[in-house]
C-alpha cells in the first residue's frame, strides 16, 4: 500500500497552466503503476492519464491528448500532471491513483484497477 497526497491545484484562466504534484509514501512506490482522474460536479470519475513504473509505457484520454502530459520521479516518490491549454471543461477534483504494478510496463485505465487514491485537489478554470 501507498499513501498518495495531490497538490498544485488552483483557479486559472482559460489557456493557463497548471502543474499537478502526487507525493507517494512507501518503499515500494517505484513497482507501481500510477494514473490521473478527474471528477466533476455531477459526473463520474474519469480516467485522465496514466504511466507505467518506468514511464515508458504512457496513455492519455482523447481530451486531454496534446495538452496535459505525465510524468514521474521515482527517485522523489512522486508523479506529475503538467497541464497545459486548460479549458472550462477540465474543471474538476483531480485525483492520483496508484496500482501495484510489479515492474511491468503496463498502464490502466479504470478506476476499478487501482486500489490506492488520494484525497484529490481542484482545479477551476474560468473563461
Known amino acids: 500500500q501507498v499513501q498518495l497526497v495531490e497538490s498544485g491545484g488552483g483557479l486559472v484562466q482559460a489557456g493557463g497552466s497548471l502543474r499537478l504534484s502526487c507525493a507517494a509514501s512507501?518503499?515500494?512506490?517505484?513497482?507501481?503503476?500510477m494514473g490521473w482522474f478527474r471528477q466533476a460536479p455531477g459526473k463520474e470519475r474519469e480516467f485522465v492519464a496514466a504511466?507505467?513504473?518506468?514511464?515508458?509505457?504512457?496513455y492519455y484520454a482523447d481530451s486531454v491528448k496534446g495538452r496535459f502530459t505525465i510524468s514521474r520521479d521515482n527517485a522523489k516518490n512522486t508523479v506529475f500532471l503538467q497541464m497545459n491549454s486548460l479549458k472550462p471543461e477540465d474543471t474538476a477534483v483531480y485525483y492520483c491513483a496508484a496500482r501495484q504494478g510489479y515492474y511491468s510496463d503496463t498502464f490502466y485505465l479504470k478506476v476499478r484497477d487501482y486500489d490506492n487514491w488520494g484525497q484529490g485537489t481542484q482545479v477551476t478554470v474560468s473563461s
Open positions: 512507501g518503499r515500494t512506490f517505484t513497482s507501481y503503476a
Open positions: 504511466i507505467s513504473w518506468s514511464g515508458a509505457s504512457i
